[in-house]
């Protein structure tokens, strides 16, 4: 019996020993990648997508062809990732968290059209490169007309942001902030419309002021919606 127990243990910790390794390995596989995106990110924020080649970002990682094949193969990936990794995914997060906060309808909208005028700041802190919003911008604008994969991630990251404005909205309805006889959809769509039509007014215009422009927006709107 104590052999028996033994050999069983002996068997657990093998077991436990090569689950750690495991673990290890995709951890390790999972930071060589993200060390990739965050190189081709600043690559790209430097030069513009179509202003480095893929040789050119393999170099700055330090790795050998072979091993930055087995993550990546073309240039078109790796925009993919980045604007999933830095853009759509930071919005999806934030956005959450904006909706889960105890606040009015009214600030909540504030604070979701902050998110854009802020992501910047917060992207800065996570590379070693202090982010050029308008060159971040430009190169989103660039990925969508370049790459499937972005395009039609932005569609899904649209449709989110959309349903988390319309929940807004409802909210600000029942809680007696907005009109009861607004078109709920309607809201939504002048919301999302506005939020764009800043950004590409201001990625073209050098002199135009992103936060103060979009809390001008914001405020429009919330005057006109509520009660």
Same mark, same amino acid.
């Given at each position: 019996?104590?052999?028996?127990?033994?050999?069983?243990?002996?068997?657990?910790?093998?077991?436990?020993?090569?689950?750690?390794?495991?673990?290890?390995?995709?951890?390790?596989?999972?930071?060589?990648?993200?060390?990739?995106?965050?190189?081709?990110?600043?690559?790209?924020?430097?030069?513009?997508?179509?202003?480095?080649?893929?040789?050119?970002?393999?170099?700055?990682?330090?790795?050998?062809?072979?091993?930055?094949?087995?993550?990546?193969?073309?240039?078109?990936?790796?925009?993919?990732?980045?604007?999933?990794?830095?853009?759509?995914?930071?919005?999806?997060?934030?956005?959450?968290?904006?909706?889960?906060?105890?606040?009015?309808?009214?600030?909540?909208?504030?604070?979701?059209?902050?998110?854009?005028?802020?992501?910047?700041?917060?992207?800065?802190?996570?590379?070693?490169?202090?982010?050029?919003?308008?060159?971040?911008?430009?190169?989103?604008?660039?990925?969508?007309?370049?790459?499937?994969?972005?395009?039609?991630?932005?569609?899904?990251?649209?449709?989110?942001?959309?349903?988390?404005?319309?929940?807004?909205?409802?909210?600000?309805?029942?809680?007696?902030?907005?009109?009861?006889?607004? +078109?709920?959809?309607?809201?939504?769509?002048?919301?999302?419309?506005?939020?764009?039509?800043?950004?590409?007014?201001?990625?073209? +215009?050098?002199?135009?002021?992103?936060?103060?422009?979009?809390?001008?927006?914001?405020?429009?709107?919330?005057?006109?919606?509520?009660?």
């Amino acid at each position: 019996q104590f052999a028996s127990r033994a050999a069983h243990s002996s068997k657990a910790t093998i077991t436990r020993s090569k689950l750690l390794l495991t673990r290890k390995r995709k951890s390790n596989k999972m930071d060589t990648r993200d060390k990739i995106i965050e190189t081709a990110f600043i690559g790209f924020l430097e030069n513009g997508y179509d202003n480095i080649s893929l040789n050119e970002i393999v170099k700055r990682t330090g790795m050998t062809k072979g091993a930055f094949y087995y993550y990546f193969t073309n240039k078109e990936q790796l925009i993919s990732e980045t604007v999933e990794k830095y853009l759509h995914s930071f919005i999806s997060a934030y956005g959450d968290s904006v909706i889960a906060s105890d606040i009015s309808a009214k600030d909540t909208l504030f604070a979701m059209s902050d998110l854009f005028a802020n992501m910047f700041g917060v992207v800065s802190g996570q590379i070693d490169l202090q982010v050029d919003a308008r060159r971040f911008y430009s190169l989103f604008i660039s990925a969508l007309s370049l790459n499937k994969g972005v395009n039609q991630s932005n569609i899904i990251t649209q449709a989110d942001l959309k349903n988390k404005v319309r929940m807004v909205i409802v909210k600000g309805i029942q809680n007696g902030e907005f009109k009861q006889e607004l +078109d709920v959809e309607e809201i939504v769509f002048i919301f999302t419309s506005m939020l764009h039509g800043i950004l590409f007014d201001w990625v073209n +215009d050098e002199k135009m002021e992103l936060s103060p422009s979009l809390k001008k927006g914001i405020t429009a709107l919330v005057n006109l919606i509520s009660t």
